[in-house]
């Protein structure tokens, strides 16, 4: 399809067809937008993670790395970083009221219990947040994958009806009468597909990455969750 049979139809169009042309192309720069935002957030973020955790593998004292990142030694508060900040945040706070906590010993064993309820929920709110956080615009692509081509579809009807009149007001239906008609009436359903299947395989392909980045969270929490089982059943990185 030439561009200039598009500038064409678009010139020549009704006042509704238009707006379907211009609901289209809107549509469009929002899928585009999004798109290409959120794959720069999530490159970015992948090497935030892949960063901390070398941090988080290489330091031994918890305690110490998250002083590193309370006092603002540390700029980014998003990801893994959020997940392990907000956890060791309740964990220092437990230890500041028990300062001799020790999983060892069978009196420690009801606060052991609170404290590991209250690290499970943490996790599982703060990786919610997460994961929302993540997702958010992204639902807009399903929404405009499957709006964008029954709007074009819409455009279409509306051509070929528009058509049909200027066909019985001229009273020809010779083919050089009518396929420019028809042609501007398709160019709404092509334009509505042009937008919807970029928005669908970004939906598609962000939502999968969202789920890799969930595994690597889970993943996450149970290494957290054992290096502070550790820190108090052996008394580790105090």
């Not at 899928?31 to 090497?47: A, I």
């Not at 001799?100 to 219990?113: R, S």
């Not at 050089?176 to 042009?194: D, N």
Request: with cysteine; proline share 3%; aromatic share 10%.
């Amino acid at each position: 399809m030439g561009y200039d049979i598009l500038i064409d139809a678009v010139l020549s169009s009704g006042p509704i067809t238009l707006s379907i042309f211009i609901s289209l192309v809107l549509l469009s720069i929002y899928s585009w937008t999004v798109l290409m935002s959120k794959l720069l957030q999530f490159k970015q973020e992948e090497r935030e993670n892949k960063k901390f955790l070398v941090q988080f593998d290489q330091e031994q004292n918890l305690k110490k790395l998250f002083q590193g990142y309370s006092k603002g030694k540390f700029t980014v508060n998003r990801g893994l970083i959020s997940i392990f900040c907000e956890t060791y945040l309740e964990v220092d706070q437990v230890t500041q009221k028990f300062p001799n906590l020790d999983y060892a010993k069978p009196e420690m064993q009801g606060i052991k219990g609170n404290l590991d309820e209250v690290i499970q929920r943490t996790l599982s709110g703060v990786k919610e947040r997460e994961y929302n956080r993540l997702m958010k615009l992204v639902s807009g692509l399903a929404t405009t994958s499957t709006i964008a081509p029954f709007v074009g579809l819409l455009g279409t009807v509306i051509g070929i009806i528009n058509a049909f009149g200027a066909i019985g007001r001229a009273g020809s239906a010779d083919l050089a009468f009518v396929a420019p008609a028809i042609s501007e009436a398709l160019i709404a359903t092509a334009l509505g597909l042009f937008v919807a299947i970029p928005a669908s395989v970004g939906f598609n392909y962000l939502k999968n990455r969202s789920f890799h980045f969930r595994e690597v969270q889970n993943r996450f929490g149970l290494q957290l969750q054992n290096r502070i089982q550790k820190q108090f059943l052996f008394g580790q990185a105090k």
